[in-house]
Nanobody, 124 residues
Framework: QVQLVESGGGLVQAGGSLRLSCAAS????????MAWFRQAPGKEREFVAG????????DYVESMKGRFTMSRYNANNTVYLQMNRLNPEDTAVYYC?????????????????WGQGTQVTVSS
């Protein structure tokens, strides 16, 4: 029911910033909690950040707190991931994900809608 399209990835120098966007369609955006995951070559997909239906609650992997910020704007069915102080360790394909969730909650897993991913490459 939900289609997700990521954009904003690219090549960036270490220490730089990128903002990823995820545009949702085909569902009621405001009824879904959203998240970002990433997968580096040879590694398992990992949770990066999540946000509640109303955007008032967020959760981040500990190592990313203070560097990455997730936000959502239900008026335009879009979520964002602002990534600052990037380093080569952040190189990965970043995926947007969605699931039904209760108001005021964030989920670490159980997402059933996924985008195609956008490549982020950080040069050293």
């Amino acid at each position: 029911q939900v289609q997700l399209v990521e954009s904003g990835g690219g090549l960036v120098q270490a220490g730089g910033s990128l903002r990823l966007s995820c545009a949702a369609s085909g569902g009621t955006f405001g009824l879904h909690i959203m998240a970002w995951f990433r997968q580096a070559p040879g590694k398992e997909r990992e949770f990066v950040a999540g946000i509640s239906r109303g955007g008032t609650v967020t959760d981040y992997v500990e190592s990313m707190k203070g560097r990455f910020t997730m936000s959502r704007y239900n008026a335009n069915n879009t979520v964002y991931l602002q990534m600052n102080r990037l380093n080569p360790e952040d190189t990965a394909v970043y995926y947007c994900a969605a699931k039904y969730g209760g108001r005021g909650t964030v989920a670490l897993d159980g997402y059933n809608y996924w985008g195609q991913g956008t490549q982020v490459t950080v040069s050293s």
